[in-house]
């Protein structure tokens, strides 16, 4: 039984994929807190900025088995017009809450049977299944990683326990800094200096902006 939050077609807001037009499936629950604001300050991430409780969200619901889910998903990819020359890959972001809580190898092998590639957003503090094709880690202080290479390595910045200097050394293609959204937070600062001073005065890093929140398309 996979529980889904929502469900929706929209463009990639963040990291290398910025821009590529995605259904998002954003599966319930999360290992690092459990979403409910009275136990935000002592949870084990403390800044996340989405809902992800229930399955009460657009597109959500309970599906039983994973051609369930693919079809579900499936059906959010516009179908191609006659006339389109270019045929886009279809792509599909699983994301949470921590997606690898529910996310497996078959719900996986029937998206790619489907003609879709697969993304996936992670804490990195659990193992991914095998078939991912676009594998996105974002640290989170200092709960241990278990997933140390990948596609992209996106670390929300500023964080006091987990500094850029610990993953650089890490085994992944791209490195980013997100800077913190406060608004979840309630706080009035603006964390876009900082991360843009550090990516200056460190290359190795890019920034990524929240495309999504910035241009308000989700
Ligand atoms: C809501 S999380 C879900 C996926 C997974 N649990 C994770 O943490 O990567 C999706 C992305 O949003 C980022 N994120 C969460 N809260 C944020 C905030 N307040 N400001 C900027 N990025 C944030 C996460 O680091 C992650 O890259
Ligand atoms: N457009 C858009 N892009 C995103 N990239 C990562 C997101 C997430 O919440 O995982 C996200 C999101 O919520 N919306
Ligand atoms: S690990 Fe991800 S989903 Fe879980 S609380 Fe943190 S940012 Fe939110
Ligand atoms: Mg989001």
């Not at 463009?11 to 995605?22: D, K, P, V, Y």
């Not at 290359?203 to 929140?213: E, I, N």
Request: net charge negative; charged share 15%; proline share 6%.
């Amino acid at each position: 039984m996979y529980q889904v939050k929502e469900a929706f077609y929209t463009l990639q807001g963040e990291g290398a994929q910025a821009g590529r037009a995605s259904v998002f499936c954003r599966f319930s629950g999360c290992n690092l807190w459990s979403g409910r604001e009275i136990d935000r300050a002592t949870a084990k991430c403390t800044f996340c900025d989405t809902d992800f409780i229930g399955t009460n969200g657009i597109n959500g619901g309970k599906f039983a088995t994973a051609t369930a889910l693919a079809e579900h998903i499936a059906a959010l990819w516009p179908s191609q017009s006659g006339d389109t020359k270019q045929h886009a890959t279809p792509y599909v972001v699983f994301t949470g809450g921590e997606p690898l809580l529910q996310l497996d190898a078959a719900l996986i092998a029937t998206l790619h049977s489907h003609g879709f590639e697969v993304a996936v957003e992670t804490n990195g503090t659990l193992t991914p299944p095998p078939g991912i094709d676009w594998l996105c880690v974002s640290p989170k202080g200092s709960n241990p990683l278990a997933v140390t290479q990948g596609d992209e390595l996106k670390l929300v910045y500023p964080q006091a326990d987990a500094p850029p200097e610990q993953f650089s050394n890490l085994g992944f293609r791209h490195f980013f800094l997100q800077p913190m959204d406060l608004v979840p937070l309630n706080q009035e600062k603006t964390t876009v200096a900082e991360a843009t001073a550090y990516c200056m005065a460190n290359p190795q890093w890019r920034l990524s902006l929240q495309m999504h929140k910035l241009a308000g398309f989700d």
